[in-house]
Structure formats: structure tokens, C-alpha cells
């Protein structure tokens, strides 16, 4: 069974990565499993390298679309003319695809129009409900026509039982980016800034801002930073910045002693100082997980989540994106009332081996 694995941005490499390692170990005992690794090139990031493979045991792409950046239906139609072409050289018996961004629509759509191919979506069934988010409109899309659904939580489950997805097509398998992070905890390293700034276990935050509603309006996150530079008790606050973020920044002059601004941080860095962090300040999505799996406390300036368990369960709370909510929730926080979380059922470093045990008994039901 040849398989193929799609990723396009850097949050579908930690997805991928500890899938690959379980066909690699299959491969080992003598299992007819193969699999290519396309690399869309949705992104271009540095770190994005030779290192960063060689961190979570990536081998290189088979193939590099290199699709590119350009507006959404620009990126779109790339990556499926391109994919298109290889899907007709060499016809994959399955087709994984991660998350939801372009390149998990974009590939799951030109594998069911390129001959009807098995696709397989791992991290089904996650929902903001928010079809303003350009991820919404992937994870719907996606999920329209996928063919086995690898899902992360319950919710996930019922979300796709009530768009009429049966129980047979749904496989509760975990988490394949807490794989990642399990795996990786003891290689976590701590970034220049830890040294420089004398940081202290537990006594800094780390902050993250992407999302247009928060960064693409100048007074919408100047306010925010205000709002948080005034409720931090001046314990350092370390910004590594996206660089749709930078564009605004540029513009803004906030200036704070304890704010400190950083280029992207490697991922052992990055998460090593979210595992040592008082608390994170964030509108990500994968970071909402990674926080609850290390039981740091997750601010999360979204009026939404579609990871609803790091809320119900987790270290994560919602508190919109009105910069006024920020003082109320960093009091709770500096006042010892932040909740104690759990991690959820099955985010326990094997939901790859879940996933390829799956595809394994999938010889005869491939398209």
C-alpha cells in the first residue's frame, strides 16, 4: 500500500512526523506499507530546514510542490494543478491529509477528483463554528468528502455524527501533534533570550498573536499590548513574532521594558519556554493543546476555539478578544484561581500507531 502524506504549513510537520516514524517501524517488521512525502510549499519558513527535519526525524519531501504563497484561490488552484500531475504519474493506494490549512483542502479535493482515492483525514471533526476563519471553511470542506476520519477528541466524534458520518468511518485515535511533543519533551532547549534576559522558571509570560482580528488593525493591537504589558505585574513578556504580526507592529509605537519582541523560535525553543512560562497568552489553535498537555494555563483571546476539550478539560480559557477581559483573567491567574487541568482521553503519544493500525487493514477498501 503506497500512502501518500500532505503537509504544507509548519504546524503539519509536527502532525506528520510521528505518523511517518510508524510506517517506518511497519516497514521494519516487513509490512507492505510505503508512503511519499509531499511538501506543498504553502509556507516558507527558515526554520523550516534541514534542522528542523532532522529535530522530529523527518526525512526529506519526495516531492515539493512549491505552490507558494498568493491569495487563497491562487494557492489553492497551485497546489491542485500540481498535485494533480503526481497523483497521474503514481497513484497512491491512500491519501493523508492534516489539520486544516489550503493544503489539506486543496489535496483532499484533487484526490477525490483524480481517480476517487481513499482520502484520510487526520484531525476530523474539529469545530470553531466560525465561518469567518479561512481553517472553518478547510475543516468543512474536508471533511465533505473524506473517506476515513482520525479524530482528536469526543466532540470531534459528534460533530461528524451529525453531518451523517458513520460510526465505522470514524476512528478515535488521539493526537498526532502531542505525539510530537511527548517525544520531544526531553530535547527541549532554551532559546539566546532565556540566557540574556536571566529568565525564571514560572515567572514570564509568552505571548502569541496571529489572528487578523487581533494584529491587522493598528488599534486593536496596540490595545491588546497595552492591556497586557499593564496587567503583568512587569514580569517579562516574550513575543515571538509571526510575521503577518510584524507588518502592523511596524507601525505601533509601544514601548515596554518587559516586552520583548523575538524572531520565530525554533520548536524545542519555542516550546521550552512555554513549558517553563507563568502562563500563554495566545490566539493559536495548536498551542491551546500543547499548553494543556504541559499544564501551563492558556489565555486565549478568542470569542471561539474548535479545541473546546482544552477549555472543559485543559489549562485553556477563553476570554475574547476585548482588550478589557485581559486584567480580569491575569488576576485570576497571579491570584492562584486558575484551574488545575487533566489532559484529555488519548492524547497520550500513540495516535499515530492507532492511525497506521487503521491502515493496515485497509488493503482491500482502498478506491
Known amino acids: 500500500m503506497l500512502v501518500d502524506i500532505i503537509a504544507g504549513a509548519r504546524p503539519n510537520f509536527m502532525k506528520v512526523a510521528p505518523i511517518i516514524e510508524a510506517i517506518e517501524r511497519e516497514q521494519k517488521k516487513g509490512t507492505d506499507l510505503s508512503f511519499r512525502l509531499i511538501h506543498t510549499g504553502q509556507h516558507y519558513d527558515k526554520n523550516m530546514s534541514t534542522a528542523f527535519f532532522e529535530q522530529l526525524g523527518i526525512p526529506a519531501p519526495d516531492i515539493n510542490l512549491e505552490a507558494g504563497s498568493g491569495t487563497q484561490a491562487e494557492q489553492t488552484a497551485?497546489?491542485?494543478t500540481r498535485y494533480e500531475k503526481v497523483l497521474l504519474s503514481r497513484r497512491p493506494d491512500v491519501v493523508i491529509v492534516v489539520g486544516d490549512v489550503t493544503s489539506t483542502m486543496a489535496?483532499?479535493?484533487?484526490?477525490?477528483k483524480t481517480g476517487n482515492i481513499t482520502v484520510a483525514h487526520v484531525e476530523a471533526g474539529i469545530r470553531s463554528n466560525d465561518l469567518q476563519m479561512?481553517?472553518?471553511?478547510?475543516?468543512i470542506v474536508t471533511d465533505s468528502i473524506t473517506d476515513l476520519y482520525f479524530t482528536t477528541s469526543h466532540s470531534a466524534n459528534e460533530n461528524l455524527r451529525r453531518t451523517g458520518v458513520s460510526d465505522e468511518r470514524i476512528f478515535f485515535v488521539g493526537n498526532t501533534m502531542i505525539d510530537t511533543l511527548l517525544k520531544q519533551a526531553p530535547q527541549f532547549e532554551?532559546?539566546?533570550?532565556?540566557?540574556?534576559l536571566k529568565l525564571e522558571e514560572k515567572n514570564y509570560f509568552v505571548l502569541t498573536l496571529h489572528r487578523p482580528n487581533n494584529v491587522d488593525n493598528l488599534d486593536d493591537l496596540k490595545a491588546i499590548l497595552v492591556a497586557i504589558v499593564k496587567a503583568s505585574r512587569n514580569l517579562p513578556i516574550i513575543f515571538p513574532i509571526h510575521p503577518r504580526t510584524a507588518k502592523t507592529l511596524e507601525s505601533i509605537n509601544i514601548k515596554a521594558p518587559n516586552l520583548h519582541i523575538t524572531e520565530p523560535l525554533s520548536y524545542l525553543q519555542f516550546n521550552y519556554l512555554v513549558q517553563h512560562s507563568k502562563a500563554v497568552i495566545t490566539d493559536s489553535g495548536g498551542i491551546q493543546e500543547e499548553t494543556t498537555v504541559m499544564n501551563v494555563p492558556c489565555i486565549t483571546l478568542r470569542d471561539n476555539t474548535e479545541r473546546p476539550e482544552t477549555c472543559t478539560i485543559g489549562t485553556n480559557e477563553l476570554i475574547g478578544t476585548n482588550p478589557r477581559n485581559i486584567p480580569t483573567a491575569l488576576e485570576k491567574l497571579f491570584s492562584g484561581n486558575w484551574k488545575k487541568g487533566g489532559i484529555p482521553y488519548m492524547w497520550d503519544g500513540k495516535a499515530a500507531d492507532r492511525i497506521i493500525s487503521v491502515l493496515k487493514n485497509l488493503k482491500g477498501l482502498a478506491s
Do not use: S, Y
Open 190 to 196: 532554551p532559546p539566546a533570550i532565556w540566557k540574556d
Open 78 to 80: 497551485a497546489i491542485m
Open 134 to 139: 479561512p481553517e472553518e471553511i478547510n475543516r
Open 107 to 112: 489535496c483532499a479535493i484533487t484526490a477525490k
